[in-house]
């Protein structure tokens, strides 16, 4: 059984247009079938198909708000493996020869890892919290300490609230950095509070994310994450 569900998700998640719907829902936004589509450059028609077999697979949540359907990542666990399998996919070897172009050159910068902070700018950030012993990320696993709690309410985040809903503090591969930045609840907090304050802003159509001047400011403040 466990078997036959593998190849399942397999065989759904490695058709080229799914996969290309999936990758635009991992900011952590719900869309309309319409963007889908649009970002897979197929019908809304063949997107209607696509969609409802990872809705009935449980990859996808859809929710209907007016004469709209919207569809999300079905839970964090999802993501996960999303960003697992591309993870690997950056480590092919040798790998093949593609000019960079500039959408992704910016989401190798900076960008949305469903709901957390990835790319340089989150490896950087994760690399910053480990250096003054506020988070331990090993191959192991993360762990927040005492003083990275405190340090994070001085930066305006509550975690106690959060605790118990998810996994709460997790290392996740980067695929593009290859190295760890921060995940779980702590990732997400430490995200929305980097958006909240306007450090970043999100694109429209792109997991990037457009880093600001005062984000510029904050993260050397802050993190003493320096950016050229």
């Not at 709209?68 to 070897?93: C, D, G, H, Q, T």
């Not at 910068?109 to 469903?114: D, E, K, M, V």
């Not at 907090?189 to 958006?195: E, L």
Request: charged letters at 25%.
């Amino acid at each position: 059984m466990a078997a036959a569900n593998l190849v399942e998700v397999a065989a759904l998640v490695g058709d080229t247009t799914r996969a290309m719907m999936l990758n635009a829902l991992m900011d952590g936004r719900a869309l309309t079938s319409s963007e889908l589509a649009h970002a897979a450059r197929i019908s809304r028609p063949t997107a209607s198909g696509h969609l409802s077999k990872l809705v009935n697979a449980r990859l996808l949540t859809v929710t209907t708000k007016r004469r709209y359907r919207y569809f999300r990542i079905a839970s964090p666990s999802v993501a996960r493996m999303l960003e697992s399998i591309k993870a690997v996919a950056a480590l092919e070897l040798p790998p093949r020869h593609q000019p960079v172009s500039r959408e992704d050159a910016a989401q190798r910068f900076a960008r949305t890892c469903y709901d957390h902070l990835a790319g340089f700018v989150g490896v950087a950030i994760a690399d910053a919290l480990v250096k003054k012993r506020y988070l331990e990320l090993s191959d192991e696993g993360a762990a927040l300490t005492s003083a990275g709690v405190r340090f994070l309410a001085r930066f305006g985040i509550d975690l106690g609230p959060l605790k118990g809903r998810r996994v709460f503090c997790r290392a996740c591969l980067d695929w593009s950095e290859r190295r760890y930045h921060v995940a779980g609840l702590v990732g997400a907090a430490i995200c929305n509070r980097c958006i909240e304050l306007g450090w970043f802003v999100r694109s429209d159509n792109s997991r990037a994310l457009r880093i600001t001047p005062s984000g510029r400011r904050g993260l050397e403040q802050t993190f003493q994450v320096i950016l050229q």
